[in-house]
């Protein structure tokens, strides 16, 4: 095992009905005057703005709001929030969404806490972040676990492209779970939340550098309790417990807990995705189960201890003389159950084919934003990554 530091700062306040203890946690926190940041509608329609709106009036706290943040979350948007905080002097970011919306708040909250420079510099990583006023989120979508960790993903929709910036400033403050909120979830988001808890536990999972038992334990177990919720989500929609273990699993998966000991991680078929939904827009969670096979056998080889480790403890095959075969009946149950959950696993079913000039830019692209190659599992290059997009046509 590796040392490691592990904070996790952000307050949970979960279960029914947490959403009405918004004005006093955004108060505790020092919050006066909030931009309330959300997504497409959907927080409109369910009457949950509303409500919102109303515990702050009762809370005396003055509030903006700005909604239309997008999948893949557009830096346009970030700028319009820091316009619009700058003209009123924000100094608090309330989401109330998923990790998309999440994500373009704690982006805006990096713009105004440093107005003189370009945010996009931290996604560029030519600086680091001094400040960022501070976030909190009401979660209305288990998936990306934006809402415990240090990640932002923000899309430059000029240059397409995806990238990530992690910082310990950008925890949130707190965040409000209510599983009910997830309740109203078309089935395919409902599973593509669950295949993006899955990834961000597994990308931690396959590495060639430091392991602990206790580490693992925790991962395989959240992992083969995601895809039990997912199958009873897929029949019971609305099966509260179901909702409940599926939500507190997406902030665990991506807080760092999962990833304890290693070195710090593989993230190849994340950064893959990357490219992928900057240049065509797919959802995330889908992008990722459509490139994480093809991913997986390209590299299995030299990561076998993981794969054989994985594919007994996780996905239930029988340990047999052949590591190799029991790695790949691991990596083919994963398949299956991406498909039983109506997730795909190639670009096939994603329903894009990508030419072989736009594979080769994605894989110049990967290669430059990670700085010459990613991976633990196995290092990928530009080669490597192009192979990878091609096997998963």
């Known amino acids: 095992m590796f040392n490691f530091d592990y904070h996790t700062p952000t307050k949970i306040v979960f279960g029914r009905g947490a959403e009405n203890r918004v004005g006093d946690l955004i108060k505790s926190y020092g919050g006066s005057r ?10 409109i329609r369910s009457g ?12 005396g706290l003055f509030h903006v709001e700005l909604g239309g943040v997008v999948p893949n979350p557009h830096l346009d948007k970030v700028r319009t929030g820091f316009a619009l905080g700058t003209l ?15 994500d373009s708040s704690k982006a805006i909250a990096f713009a105004l806490a ?14 680091r972040a001094k400040a960022s006023l501070p976030v909190g989120s009401i979660l209305t979508i288990a998936a990306a676990g934006s809402e415990m960790s240090r990640s932002v993903v923000i899309t430059n929709e000029q240059t397409m492209e995806k990238r990530s910036y992690g910082d310990t400033l950008a925890r949130p403050k707190f965040a409000i779970m209510d599983p009910e909120l997830t309740m109203t979830l078309p089935a395919f988001q409902t599973a593509c939340g669950c295949v993006d808890i899955m990834m961000h536990t597994m990308e931690r999972y396959f590495t060639n550098g430091g392991n602990m038992d206790i580490t693992d334990s925790i991962a395989e177990g959240l992992l083969r309790t995601v895809m039990k919720h997912a199958n009873i989500l897929r029949i019971k929609p609305n099966d509260y417990d179901s909702r409940a273990e599926i939500m507190w699993a997406s902030s665990l998966a991506h807080n760092g807990l ?11 078929t994340h950064n893959l995705e990357h490219e992928l939904s900057g ?3 797919v959802t995330h969670g889908a992008g990722l189960s459509a490139l994480w096979g093809s991913w997986a056998r390209y590299v299995h080889k030299d990561c076998l201890p993981r794969f054989v480790k994985y594919a007994e403890n996780v996905m239930g095959v029988e340990s047999g003389f052949n590591k190799e075969e029991t790695a790949l009946k691991g990596i083919a149950a994963t398949e299956a159950f991406f498909y039983k959950i109506n997730m795909p696993t190639n670009l096939r079913d994603l329903g894009i084919q990508p030419t072989d000039a736009q594979i080769e830019k994605m894989a110049e692209s990967c290669e430059r934003a990670t700085g010459g190659g990613i991976g633990s599992a196995k290092k990928l290059k530009k080669d490597d990554m192009i192979a990878i997009y091609h096997a998963a046509k």
């Not at 999962?258 to 190849?268: E, I, R």
């Open 34 to 43: 909030v931009l309330i940041h959300y997504g497409m509608g959907s927080a």
């Open 48 to 59: 949950l703005l509303n409500r919102v709106k109303n515990i702050l009036d009762e809370a």
């Open 88 to 102: 009123n002097q924000v100094d608090f970011i309330l989401a109330i969404g998923g990790g998309s919306v999440i």
């Open 114 to 127: 440093e107005p003189e420079t370009n945010v996009w510099e931290l996604f560029e990583h030519t600086r």
């Open 258 to 268: 999962t990833g304890c000991g290693s070195d710090g991680g593989d993230f190849a």
């Open 279 to 281: 240049m065509f827009n």
